[in-house]
């Protein structure tokens, strides 16, 4: 099933089952910046991108730039907290 992000004006298409799934590597990333990710890299694997001689996009890479996001956001929710003691 598809599902759609309004984000900028722009309707962002993915698949709900792989959003899902990157959101179940990054539970502490907003669900909205999981869906744009997701959404490029759709975006990159179709005809009209072969197109424009842009290079293979591996969507089986999704679950590891989902897994780099939460450990960013760890990072930064401890150094939030380190700085307010």
Known sequence: M???VVWLNLVLSFDQDQLNDIYATAPS???NILAQVLSCGSTLVTSDSASLGLPDFPLENLS???FILELVSRRRCQASIF???
């Open 2 to 4: 598809l599902t759609g």
């Open 29 to 31: 990333v907003s669900s």
């Open 64 to 66: 590891r730039v989902s």
């Open 83 to 85: 700085l307010k003691i």
